[in-house]
């Protein structure tokens, strides 16, 4: 889910992205470029090079280019797979449009027109590869975390992680980030497989997570739809949400808490690192996500979630332990700046459920 109003918040420039200069324009001589590089080169990387630069196997890149084909443009001089390939290539690492593109032998303009129709293909995915799971599926992750960590219920952890971005040109003070950055935050929940069930993309990064929880949709699902989760399961998250009856968070450590909350808080913060984990392994794999200079404003948020889609992708077609070891943390370093402990609506039903639950280890 993207933020309806990130353009609202964000500058209003029409020009491409900074790298996304058309370099026939700066340049007066001829460009070098790489003439041969997907039609030579690619075909001779190993199984592990292949891998490497472009995050999924070669058998995931062929059905990725299936699921995009019918969302591209038709009439483009430019091969599907070519055009697939190169904007894998930009979102997996942080090199400009005019390097990318003279490996790809594409001029930055022309990238740019690539990318941007990628992202756009991708994004048409989202309601195939981010879903809420249904019951039998949210069972099986209950089911699964019990057995490890001996907490029942549970169906996937929330958290929020910061997306650098430049400063922007209206409104930057909303952008500005305790840590002394622009960025624009997504919310994500995962699972123990750390995939994606629900993402929330482009509120300001200098909102408190438990806000920006209150503006997302799934925040009004947990209270107002009954069926969303059954009455033994919920979501973990930190000391910044409330405590809902299908959200649960630790105990406020007040300096009196007794063995069974320590045990309770111990063991919740095990689960929950797996948000922590998957957001590492989001920027570890699609590294533009560390700092996207980007002057389109609507297009910042595609561009995340289209990663976010991407990143699901693999875990599901690939499916292979290698995709976990990018990265075991969340790689940009910078916390989402948390209010203080959330205590507003804590009802007694959910106080009950914690304590039980706390009971239980």
């Known amino acids: 889910m993207i933020e309806p109003n990130i353009v609202d918040f964000l500058f209003n420039d029409d020009n491409l992205d900074d790298n996304a200069v058309d370099d026939e324009a700066n340049h007066h001589a001829q460009p070098v470029r790489n003439e041969n590089y997907v039609e030579v080169t690619v075909p001779q990387y190993t199984v592990s090079e292949f891998k490497n630069h472009f995050r999924m196997s070669r058998m995931a890149v062929e059905q990725l280019i299936g699921l995009v084909s019918n969302h591209l443009p038709d009439k483009h001089s430019v091969p599907i797979e070519k055009q697939v390939l190169f904007s894998i290539w930009l979102l997996a690492k942080q090199e400009s449009f005019l390097a990318v593109g003279d490996r790809f032998n594409l001029s930055s303009g022309s990238g740019h ?36 960590y001996g907490i029942p219920g549970v169906v996937g952890a929330i958290d929020g992680t910061h997306i650098q971005i430049k400063q922007p040109t209206h409104n930057p003070v909303d952008f500005f980030n305790r840590k002394d950055v622009h960025s624009v935050v997504l919310q994500g929940i995962c699972n123990d497989k750390l995939i994606f069930t629900d993402v929330y993309i482009g509120m300001p990064g200098r909102l408190h997570d438990a806000r920006i929880f209150r503006n997302s949709p799934i925040y009004n699902r947990l209270v107002n739809n009954p069926a969303l989760l059954t009455p033994q399961q919920h979501l973990l998250g930190d000391a910044a949400y409330p405590l809902l009856d299908n959200l649960l968070k630790p105990y406020r450590d007040n300096g009196h808490l007794t063995e069974v909350q320590i045990r309770f808080n111990e063991v919740m913060s095990s689960i929950r690192s797996m948000i922590e984990r998957c957001f590492g392994l989001l920027k570890g794999k699609w590294r533009r996500l560390k700092y996207l200079d980007m002057s389109l404003a609507d297009k910042l948020p595609q561009v995340i979630l289209a ?4 990143h699901n992708f693999i875990l599901i077609i690939d499916n292979d332990a290698d995709n976990q070891n990018d990265n075991g943390h969340n790689g940009d370093d910078i916390g989402i700046q948390h209010a203080e402990f959330y205590e507003e609506d804590v009802g007694r039903n959910a106080e009950i459920k914690r304590d039980y639950i706390a009971s239980l280890l």
Request: proline residues 2%; hydrophobic residues 45%; neutral net charge.
């Open 113 to 148: 027109y690539i990318f941007m129709n990628f992202i756009s293909a991708v994004g048409h995915l989202t309601h195939q590869f981010i879903e809420w799971p249904n019951a039998r599926t949210c069972n099986e992750i209950a089911s699964r975390i019990e057995t490890k």
């Open 307 to 310: 990663a976010c889609i991407l």
